[in-house]
């Protein structure tokens, strides 16, 4: 596998550019009779969408997925499930003048170094477009987990300096930021639209929440869970760091404030994101990335060109001032393609959650 295909049992593999005439995905492994139609991708692919709103790129894309097998008569068959989505405004016109250009903090110079050869045309293969079907492959692991009363939602946790001020889960589908404080809608708007017009960009912080999730999913060494969900959410792009509960505020804390104690009723607390030892402990899972301000900017950069001479580069084009403000459907999607292969993976060596009968006062630890 050259880097295209992740997961174990549930294993998705990935192919298309950004503006090649499609892309697509092969997912080997989705248990036989899950209900599955084309409309079933259309909710979170919108949430993925660029041109929801004037805060992001503008590339207005249909996304209108083509089942093209593993699926007779609405339910999926257990064979290999393909899905197609054409590229329908693509402006490659807008990548000619830099195709000899390395553009700073890129991948233009690395996949020329490892390839000797590149798609310049957005990116080609590194451009975000190709989490479109992550995103779609993640609403069938959705869909599983979900009959299995396991849910995996995200929102915006923070937008460069700001951070929300209140929380609300009923908001984050309301406004095209994902973020849960719709008081700070207008401030987040204000931001946007003074990065917009000064040609620069922010970084961004996502936040993901699996509920549901029962004990004993992961594996006790190299297949640890909390290990496999950092190496799916970094391998989103633009996304520079990965924590799981606490994170890196953990180093600031004292033992005696960071282990969750375990009580009759349940955990005290959930500093360990619902992880310890690399296994699910039948808490909520949290984990949270950072994503790097987007490279592609029309501000003059200092880099070179193919042959080594110093250049300016300026990007053209349709570009996110902020990547992260797009990205909560993404990491929802890698935590849930995580979850799900690793509830296969625990059915085949254990059986179906559930069947180990709990051995701790009170039962089974309710998140």
Not at 269 to 296: D, E, F, M, W, Y
Request: include cysteine; charged fraction near 25%.
């Amino acid at each position: 596998m050259a880097g295209n295909t992740f997961g174990t049992l549930f294993a998705v593999t990935t192919f298309g550019e950004s503006h090649g005439p499609a892309i697509g995905c092969v997912i080997d492994g989705c248990p036989p009779g899950l209900a599955l139609a084309p409309e079933d991708f259309r909710a979170d692919l919108a949430r993925r969408a660029t041109g929801r709103s004037r805060h992001t790129s503008q590339r207005r894309e249909a996304d209108e997925v083509e089942i093209l097998s593993g699926v007779y008569e609405g339910r999926t068959t257990g064979t290999p499930i393909g899905l197609l989505i054409r590229n329908t405004d693509q402006r490659s016109k807008d990548y000619g003048s830099i195709a000899q250009q390395f553009r700073p903090a890129h991948a233009d110079y690395t996949y020329w170094q490892k390839y000797g050869i590149r798609d310049p045309r957005g990116g080609g293969r590194s451009s975000a477009r190709e989490t479109t079907m992550r995103v779609a492959a993640g609403v069938i692991a959705k869909k599983w987990l979900a009959e299995r009363g396991i849910t995996v939602r995200g929102y915006l946790s923070q937008l460069g300096p700001i951070t929300p001020r209140s929380f609300d889960w009923d908001v984050v589908e309301t406004n095209p930021f994902f973020w849960p404080d719709a008081a700070q809608v207008p401030e987040l708007e204000a931001c946007m639209d003074a990065l917009r017009k000064s040609g620069d960009s922010i970084g961004a912080r996502v936040e993901v929440v699996a509920e549901g999730v029962p004990p004993g999913l992961g594996e006790p060494v190299y297949g640890k869970l909390d290990a496999e969900l950092a190496s799916a959410l970094m391998s989103i792009n633009a996304v520079k760091g990965v924590e799981v509960g606490d994170g890196f505020a953990a180093v600031a804390q004292r033992g005696t404030e960071h282990r969750d104690e375990l009580l009759a009723d349940g955990f005290a607390s959930n500093h360990a994101g619902g992880i310890l030892g690399g296994i699910s402990s039948g808490q909520p899972v949290r984990c949270s990335i950072a994503l790097k301000p987007t490279s592609s900017l029309r501000l003059p950069g200092r880099s070179l060109d193919v042959n080594g001479d110093a250049v300016d580069v300026i990007t053209t084009g349709r570009h996110d001032p902020c990547v992260g403000i797009r990205a909560t459907p993404i990491a929802e999607a890698m935590v849930a393609l995580v979850l799900i292969d690793h509830m296969l993976r625990h059915r085949a060596q254990c059986g179906d959650v559930g069947e180990v009968t709990p051995r701790i006062p009170g039962g089974r630890f309710s998140p």
